[in-house]
């Protein structure tokens, strides 16, 4: 019976796809009213003279926008025991945390089994579309996936990262079995408490499982680059333990190391071939598809901060397709990715209208005469009303706002998006950037993505002394009058001055928003600074954010470091090695 009920049908979930995105005004206004009735009990809701209305304008009347400090009493209060109904009609159990890499806190976010039902919905869907272009059959899944340990809240909650939560639940295992992606390596491997001796296990039970790897993934492109990197340095070590059955001395942890013995038998002959392989390549270009030959696609988050690792992602990849999985955050989904033989830079997300309700805030005027968009100042002071999911329109830009199964009413996410496409009636979006990941001084507005054209401008100047970007970020300084942009470098090798200097020119002159120039040439915003790190500090970063609490899998390197991040600022302040001032406005 159960192996019945775990049956996957793609064409099936394509076919309840269909269906709902041709109706989805109506599948929203029914998500709206199953949500506010199932929770009509809570104290939230109750102070919003709701009075048991559940039609959108009376919503949208009645319940505010808020974002995340506006809620974080009542979450608080669900944290510390308080079982009463606050946020939800049923009492929430479990926490989520974000990543907190921008902000350098982590948050709580309420978490429960509707979350998780979502959850599965976006992977089956995506799923289904992905596995008509490139099947999957009766094999495994290389996932780089890490599991956090949970612990209680004070008033006795577990919590954990959203993945864990998800890798945790049964759903997920039974999921991932029903749709052929099960991870190749043991439970025991996946929870570690040690990241780094799950890491080197994921790439030895891939290895001992080569030919049955149908698929490598992880959560972000940056934990799947940072694996094939590790990979670079440990392989021959590797090799022995699969010569000779007997796992590496630095994996300490028991539970790790008993469950790796179940699986690790001496194969000398493997051994050879996998040295072999690793030997003949170029610079590891190919990695992937050598070592796993059947290997149909790689597969993760590769849009927004994920973008610049592409370049190191395609060099292991080599031929084989990319994939960006789907839109959502540590609050929940949002869409799948329907579209999947588009590259990651192109691609797209289908919002699914069954797995919350969605209002979207513009962020642009209608298109001047000319033809250029005119943002509207500041995101927008005097901000627009939302509209409704269907109600979005074509290369316009909004701001996400929430309202899903587990307390979250008009949450303001943060994301901003563009209207593509739609499909059926619901939209594709594509991702552009975080609200507040802003780099602002005074009129001047840059956003991630700025950031990212500036330093991949910038890059180009290293290619010829065969240097690449290891990773990047940086912050607004306002301690000089006038304030000024740093960016942070880590890079592979090392450059002469001359080279430096003109790859910070060439940052300054790359920001291309209007406010940002006019300011630089009338020095109310200071000479871009670019600060050259040693190597190993974006490990330093990674190492602080997995020391409190953090996990791999969720990991996204800060692209701005707020100012009240201060454990990152000392990291990356302590590693500089050389410092520049661009001369471009002078």
């Known amino acids: 019976m159960l192996e019945k009920m775990e049956k996957f049908s793609a064409e099936k979930v394509i076919e309840e796809f269909e269906e709902l995105t041709k109706d989805a005004g109506r599948v929203q206004r029914e998500v709206l009213r199953k949500i506010l009735e199932d929770n009509a009990s809570a104290e939230y809701l109750q102070k919003t003279g709701l009075n048991g209305r559940t039609d959108p304008e009376s919503y949208q009347s009645c319940v505010p926008l808020v974002t995340h400090p506006d809620l974080e009493p009542y979450i608080t209060r669900i944290a510390d025991g308080d079982a009463s109904p606050i946020l939800t009609g049923k009492p929430i159990k479990t926490m989520s945390l974000s990543s907190g890499t921008t902000q350098g806190k982590q948050k709580y976010v309420p978490f429960n089994d509707e979350l998780v039902e979502t959850t599965m919905q976006i992977y089956r869907t995506s799923f289904a579309f992905r596995n008509r272009v490139f099947p999957v059959r009766n094999g495994k899944a290389l996932q780089f996936i890490y599991g956090s340990k949970q612990f209680k809240t004070k008033g006795g909650l577990f919590a954990g990262t959203a993945t864990t939560n998800v890798f945790n639940s049964s759903e997920f295992k039974r999921t991932m079995k029903a749709i052929e992606s099960r991870c190749c390596s043991p439970d025991e491997v996946i929870f570690g408490p040690n ?29 799947i680059v940072y694996a094939f990197r590790t990979l670079e340095q440990v392989w021959e070590q590797l090799c022995e333990d699969i010569r000779n059955g007997v796992l590496s001395e ?7 190391r008993a469950a790796m013995s179940k699986l690790l038998k001496p194969d000398p002959e493997l051994a050879e071939w996998i040295h072999n392989k690793c030997s003949g390549l170029s610079n590891w270009y190919g990695v992937i598809p050598a070592l796993f030959p059947n290997v149909k696609y790689v597969y993760g988050i590769m849009t927004g901060s994920m973008e610049p690792y592409l370049k190191k992602l395609r060099h292991y990849a080599g031929e084989l397709p990319l994939m960006s999985s789907d839109y959502g955050s540590s609050e929940g989904w949002i869409g799948a990715n329907i579209n999947p033989k588009l590259p990651p830079e192109s691609a797209t997300y289908a919002v699914l209208p069954q797995i919350g309700y969605f209002e979207f805030i513009p962020l642009r005027e209608n298109a001047s005469e000319d033809g250029q968009d005119k943002i509207q100042s500041s995101f927008p002071h005097v901000e627009s009303k939302p509209v409704g999911l269907t109600e979005v329109k074509i290369n316009e830009e909004y701001e996400i706002v929430v309202t899903n199964f587990a307390g979250l009413y008009r949450y303001r996410l943060g994301d901003v998006v563009k209207v593509v496409g739609f499909h059926n009636k619901t939209p594709e979006l594509q991702f552009v950037c975080r609200m507040n990941l802003l780099l602002t001084i005074n009129i001047d507005k840059n956003t991630e993505k700025d950031l990212q054209q500036a330093v991949e401008a910038a890059a180009k100047i290293l290619a010829p002394e065969k240097v690449e970007i290891v990773d990047f970020t940086s912050q607004v300084d306002k301690s000089t009058d006038p304030g000024h942009y740093v960016i942070f470098w880590e890079i592979s090798g090392e450059v002469s001055e001359e080279v430096s200097s003109e790859c910070c020119n060439c940052l300054d002159q790359s920001f291309v928003d209007a406010g940002y120039i006019s300011s630089r040439k009338v020095n109310s915003i200071g000479p871009l600074e670019l600060r050259l790190l040693r190597r190993g500090t974006f490990q330093k970063i990674l190492d602080h954010y997995l020391g409190i609490g953090g996990v791999l899998s969720q990991y996204k390197t800060p692209r701005c470091v707020n100012p009240n991040n201060n454990k990152v600022l000392q990291i990356l302040s302590a590693n500089v090695e050389k410092t520049h001032f661009s001369t471009a406005f002078r």
């Open 195 to 223: 990241f780094l001796q799950s890491l080197y296990c994921h790439l030895l039970c891939g290895l001992i499982h080569r030919n049955d790897i149908q698929l490598v993934s992880s959560t972000f492109a940056h934990s």
């Open 250 to 256: 630095d994996v300490t942890v028991p539970s790790i």
